[in-house]
């Protein structure tokens, strides 16, 4: 079968090439992948940028598909069934984390894509535990865009302090962002994003995604209007989505006093920030990293339910072999999410 895959460390090393197809193990399935989403992350392996990356492996975390083939001991899935993929391919089970479902945090945590093969290829085995069903009206263009909707669903359900009629700031209008603005809207929460003039397209699909106000801002002015578009004190939550410095700067200026401010982007270097607005207005800092089983759980609820849209999300879809192109149009930033497959539709 055909697979795109990191050959060896270093800088590119990535290639389409012929390999044996796999056959699942006990406790996995053979899943044929319908559609895989381009992230980050694959460009970071691409570049050599992504340290838990084990080549040789196929790239490739955010999939859906068939199952075609059961491995031994499987029970709770059927040949034809549907399904999208937690990005877990294993943990320990036994650390502090796991224990307490943390799983995201566990140091033995194995990513499908990166420390094993995923999903940029015809076919892959995967772990029982890790399928979630399709819910029938999805498509599989939307069902590769799980994975984001599940790290929003982590940031905004189980980190952030979310509650209806809050005020919530988004800073950058990417798959992240945007499917952040989703959850916080199903939460009945209020939601003003933020991006600069390269995110204009990006803002227009906030708009139809149901944000309340969208705003187009110049890196150099602050958000000093926030305290007025909140009609009071400032934002109560913000989500800094683009991992900008520029934004961190905005997003402890525009919180309230008493605030709480979650880091879901990565910056890739330090940055400067004043970090005595945390002190001086006794804002609550947090961070949030990937996803776990029950965010998957409750991320799929919202599809199940559509409260949430990831159409709108999808910005174009390659065959495997003209991967450079969707790389190349991830990497400048034009559109949102672009789309691998690796058997025509
Ligand atoms: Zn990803
Ligand atoms: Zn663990």
Redesign the pocket.
């Known amino acids: 079968m055909k697979a795109l895959r990191k050959l060896q460390r270093g800088p590119g090393n990535v290639e389409v090439v012929e390999i044996p197809s796999p056959a699942p193990k006990e406790g996995e399935v053979l899943v044929e992948v319908k559609y895989a ?1 381009i ?3 694959d460009i970071h392996i691409l570049h050599d940028l992504y340290p838990k990356a084990r080549p040789p492996v196929t790239l490739g ?2 999939f859906c598909g068939v199952v075609t083939q059961l491995g031994p001991q499987v029970t709770g899935w059927r040949t034809g069934d549907r399904v999208t993929v937690d ?1 877990a391919a294993s943990f320990c089970g036994l650390c502090q984390f796991c224990k307490a479902g943390q799983t995201q945090l566990c140091n033995q945590r194995v990513g499908y894509g990166s420390s094993t093969d995923g999903g940029f290829a015809s076919l892959v085995t995967v772990r029982e535990g890790a399928l979630h069903r399709l819910p029938d009206h999805l498509s599989f263009q939307e069902g590769a865009i799980c ?2 909707l599940a ?1 929003a669903a982590h940031a905004v359900m189980e980190v952030s302090s979310v509650v209806p009629g809050i005020w919530v700031l988004i800073t950058g209008p990417g798959t992240i962002g945007l499917c952040a603005l989703q959850v916080a809207k199903a939460m009945r929460a209020k939601v003003i994003i933020t991006g600069t003039q390269r995110d204009e397209e990006r803002l227009k699909v906030a708009e139809r995604l149901g944000a309340d106000h969208c705003l187009q801002i110049n890196p150099q002015d602050s958000l000093p209007f926030i305290s007025q578009l909140t009609g009071g004190d400032g934002a109560d939550i913000a989500f800094e989505c683009s991992g900008n410095a520029n934004a961190v700067k905005d997003c402890l200026a525009a919180l309230r006093k008493g605030g709480e401010m979650i880091q879901v982007g990565l910056f890739g270097h330090p940055i400067l920030s004043n970090y005595d607005d945390i002190v001086l207005k006794e804002i609550h800092l947090k961070g949030t990293f990937g996803h776990n089983r029950g965010n998957w759980v409750k991320a799929i609820n919202l599809l199940e339910t559509r409260k949430v849209n990831l159409q709108l999300l999808v910005s174009g879809e390659f065959p495997l072999s003209r991967w450079p192109e969707g790389f190349r149009l991830f990497e400048k930033g034009a559109g949102l999410k672009y789309l691998l497959y690796p058997i025509k539709q």
């Open positions: 989403g992230c980050g992350t975390h955010e990005t994975e984001p790290c």
